[in-house]
């Protein structure tokens, strides 16, 4: 909750949300008037979060970068089995997927806290630069998934004389 000047209204993140949204001020009381009147409390929102989590599927961070002669992804895939992990490329674009299971949670009674993901995971990317597609190299170690493209040299402009 954010305090606004007058120290004696509270924000809620939605009403702070909509005074940065909302162009018209409606759930704000103008900061000007000398009256006391709070904002309407807002609606609560519906807790369906997790529902909606269930419905999407994580996205693999990744680093991409440059050397002289490769082009360089990694992502951190930590707990993922090779067999599990799939990764392909077609046109420049890059995708990598698979699954991460925590394992046999079929005594599991009550959770107390949940941060982990578990489930399916995917990632597609165009690469920045033209690669040789054919001479890839993907590497699972330490749960870290390098994959190691040669770059293609790009050949310098060639100036054509106009007659």
Not at 25 to 54: K, T, V
Not at 90 to 100: K, P, R, V, W
Request: with cysteine; aromatic share 4%; charged share 30%.
């Amino acid at each position: 909750m954010a305090r606004k000047q007058d120290d004696n209204i509270l924000l809620t993140e939605d009403e702070l949300a909509a005074a940065f949204i909302d162009d018209t001020d409606q759930l704000l009381p103008n900061l000007n008037d000398d009256s006391n009147s709070s904002p309407a409390p807002a609606a609560p929102a519906e807790d369906n979060w997790e529902d909606e989590a269930d419905d999407l599927m994580g996205q693999l961070a990744v680093d991409v970068f440059e050397t002289e002669n490769d082009l360089i992804i990694k992502a951190r895939t930590a707990g993922v089995d090779r067999n599990d992990l799939d990764v392909s490329i077609s046109d420049g674009i890059l995708t990598i997927s698979g699954t991460l299971s925590s394992g046999d949670e079929a005594d599991v009674r009550q959770w107390h806290i949940q941060e982990c993901y578990w489930g399916e995971f995917s990632r597609t990317l165009a690469l920045p630069t033209a690669v040789n597609e054919e001479g890839v190299k993907a590497e699972l170690k330490d749960g870290v998934l390098t994959i190691t493209f040669e770059k293609i040299k790009q050949e310098k402009a060639k100036k054509i004389q106009v007659l």
